[in-house]
């Protein structure tokens, strides 16, 4: 309980000294583009496993990575800096929505075709379907403006 304590006591100092404050809908943005960073990568080398090796198959992979990299990027500017770090959120999230539209789309056209993680194509494209409207929600969540404090700490 008194860890309980000692967090609530430091948020409350984070708050007061912070000269701006994240809207929700952008601190859940930022905090999915974290999750997101990680498991984007993650997922395409589970995926693509048999051909990382292979520089024929380099542009399938890596775009993931560098969605991953970019989602890193922009959270940990905005976990940095409220009123600056939001912009590069929103590219982020820009970026990634384009990659997964044309992922998403590109995987439906092809769904009669194996994919090369050995799941069944209707699953992939289920998969890439809900990062996609993930993508779409966290790009929209990410456009409002981090809400500026007066020098007290007070709104």
Known sequence: M???FRLQKYRYAMKTNARTELPLSTRISMYTAFI?????PA???????????DPHYFIAW???YLIGGFLLF?????FKDHANGYRFLIAAWGFATGMAFYSFFGQLQRIDQPDPSLVSSATVVLIKGIMLAICITCMIFSLQHPVKQKADGLN
């Open 62 to 64: 890596f775009d993931d």
């Open 74 to 78: 922009a959270a940990w500017r905005t």
């Open 36 to 40: 997101g960073g990680i498991i984007t």
């Open 2 to 4: 008194e860890m309980f």
């Open 43 to 53: 997922l395409e080398t589970i995926r693509r496993w048999r051909q990382i090796p």
